[in-house]
């Protein structure tokens, strides 16, 4: 069995989040977009090489089950993805501030189960970025 290909995107990460329309968007900077599949509240961007190097989320308060003000104050965060055998898993950890206070968000995880529309090679991509 061929081992996962690997993609470290830690330190080079783009974060933004749209309170009004409550959507969350996380990628790695500098990857050139390939094409995109949504699956449920989340849409995966892959590169040309074929990692998911971006990540959107649409109803990311409702999904991620915070408050909308504290994704509006994340101060740090990281996203990994595992591709096996076609099916996406997804982990997010944030830390936001509220008051001048960390609230670290609770790891969360996601299992994309509908096979992704075009086979994806496995592979392993992670992505940190503290403020």
């Given at each position: 069995m061929q081992k996962p290909r690997h993609l470290d995107g830690t330190g080079k990460g783009?974060?933004?989040?749209?309170?009004?329309?409550?959507?969350?968007?996380v990628k790695i900077?500098?990857?050139n977009y390939k094409q995109s599949f949504e699956f449920q509240n989340f849409v995966t961007d892959i590169d040309d090489e074929g990692f998911i190097t971006g990540i959107r989320i649409f109803d990311a308060s409702k999904v991620l089950k915070v408050d909308k003000y504290v994704l509006k104050n994340?101060?740090?965060w990281e996203f990994n993805t595992r591709v096996e055998d076609n099916i996406i898993t997804i982990t997010f950890r944030f830390v936001?501030?509220?008051?001048?206070?960390?609230?670290?968000?609770t790891d969360f995880s996601r299992q994309l189960s509908t096979p992704?529309?075009?086979?994806i090679a496995d592979s392993y991509?992670?992505?940190a970025v503290s403020a």
């Open positions: 783009e974060f933004s989040y749209d309170y009004k329309y409550d959507t969350l968007m900077k500098d990857r994340i101060v740090e936001g501030k509220v008051r001048n206070r960390e609230v670290p968000l992704a529309p075009t086979p991509v992670e992505c």
